[in-house]
């Protein structure tokens, strides 16, 4: 054979293997795969990390379905941290500062993220950063005592924050003390709700993970008894958003351990499996998913549904 016609066989044969590349599916959230990021936890809650592709199995609309995709490696995060600056937080402002820096220093070199806050107003950091000071100088420096906690709007504002790309991962950590209570100061051009931050969550694959802190009573604020122990309780809708997007809840007192919860969100998202297949509907609506492990002891969490591209 000739060296022109080798030549050409080797050409002809790198632009076969290019063509067949490009005609690959290409990994995209929400369109040519849905993707699933599951926590597994074992009866003492710790974080397991090592099952195999065929210890899952997953579920849409009560269909287990053949499961294309799977990583148990840590994936690149874009969180944003929102804390809430509500009166009712004042005095655990060194609490929330130190449990974010401890966040911060968990990040890892492929993570992004962003700081708000939301009170009398809502406030989020201008740009996505690894930078562990920028991060630290967006922290709340302080906090109004007649705040309101405008809980679902500083969720929906984080959303916003994300902006149009939705190929990156993205996670909400929430920290509140108390139910919501809009914004206050009169008429809101957009109302924010539980209800409107699952169904966006689940449209835009977002998932959400809440700290809900049982705050101490401020002084000099009267109150029956019974009006004090309902104040003293996060909102229970937090933790209804977290499991229906897959995230974690956790409900401490007073401040305790609110570093090591931190810390443990940090742990779970560098600890969890990507599972994709692809959608058996392409309808633009909402379906039921499901993820089971075969391990018995183990509990998966993941998010309960998702939007199927049109």
Do not use: C
């Not at 065929?54 to 499961?67: C, H, S, T």
């Not at 500083?154 to 991962?169: C, K, L, T, Y």
């Not at 003390?177 to 539980?194: A, C, E, I, L, P």
């Not at 229906?244 to 809840?249: D, F, M, N, V």
């Amino acid at each position: 054979m000739s060296r022109g016609l080798v030549s050409i066989g080797v050409a002809a044969a790198l632009l076969a293997s290019v063509t067949a590349a490009q005609q690959q599916p290409t990994f995209r959230g929400g369109s040519d795969v849905v993707r699933i990021f599951a926590t597994v936890i074992d009866r003492d809650g710790r974080i397991v990390t090592t099952l195999t592709k065929e210890q899952f199995e997953v579920r849409d609309e009560g269909k287990p379905q053949p499961l294309t995709q799977f990583d148990n490696t840590p994936q690149p995060i874009r969180i944003i941290v929102m804390l809430d600056v509500s009166g009712s937080m004042e005095g655990n402002l060194p609490l929330l500062r130190d449990a974010s820096d401890e966040l911060f220093s968990r990040l890892r070199t492929d993570d992004l993220a962003r700081v708000g806050s939301f009170g009398h107003k809502v406030e989020i950091s201008p740009t996505f950063t690894r930078d562990r000071n920028d991060l630290r100088k967006a922290l709340p420096q302080e906090i109004a005592p007649d705040a309101p906690t405008p809980l679902w709007r500083g969720i929906d504002a984080a959303m916003d924050a994300f902006g149009s790309d939705r190929e990156q991962r993205r996670v909400v950590l929430v920290l509140s003390d108390g139910k919501d209570t809009g914004m206050g100061g009169g008429f809101q051009r957009h109302v924010s709700s539980q209800a409107g931050v699952i169904d966006r969550a689940r449209e835009e694959d977002v998932m959400i993970y809440a700290v809900g802190m049982r705050s101490r009573q401020r002084r000099g604020a009267p109150m029956d008894m019974r009006t004090a122990m309902l104040a003293d309780l996060p909102d229970p809708g937090l933790a209804r958003v977290a499991e229906e997007t897959g995230g974690g809840y956790l409900e401490i007192r007073g401040g305790e351990d609110l570093n090591s919860a931190f810390a443990r969100v940090a742990d779970e998202l560098h600890s969890q499996y990507l599972l994709g297949y692809a959608p058996p509907k392409r309808d633009g609506k909402s379906h039921g998913v499901e993820v089971r492990v075969t391990e018995k002891g183990f509990k998966p969490r993941a998010r309960k549904s998702y939007v199927a591209p049109k």
